[in-house]
């Protein structure tokens, strides 16, 4: 969902196709988006998640991480990250 956003904020703002890369931190710079030092980091674990769940290798170790609370704290944060970027569209 937020490399779908990031995305089109990229076609918005550069008025061209995406790279196509999967950062999520590489494309809010390409995009020239003004992160913050905690939305940067945001954007780089939630890449290594996206890796940790597609490759076998990472499953296990990922899956082990994945406690409740952990879940509930990267939930709130998307939750979070994706009106921001919306609304960066919409301007």
């Known amino acids: 969902m937020i490399e779908k956003l990031l995305k089109a904020y990229y076609v918005k703002v550069k008025s061209d196709y995406p790279p196509f890369i999967h950062n999520l931190l590489r494309l809010a710079e390409k995009a020239e988006l003004n992160l913050t030092d905690d939305k940067k980091e945001q ?17 296990m170790s990922f899956k082990k991480q994945c406690t409740t609370e952990f879940t509930e ?17 919409q301007q």
């Open 43 to 59: 954007l780089v674990t939630i890449t290594a998640f996206n890796i940790n769940a597609r490759y076998d290798d990472y499953k």
């Open 73 to 89: 704290k990267w939930i709130d944060k998307l939750k979070e990250l994706r009106p921001w970027i919306k609304a960066l569209i």
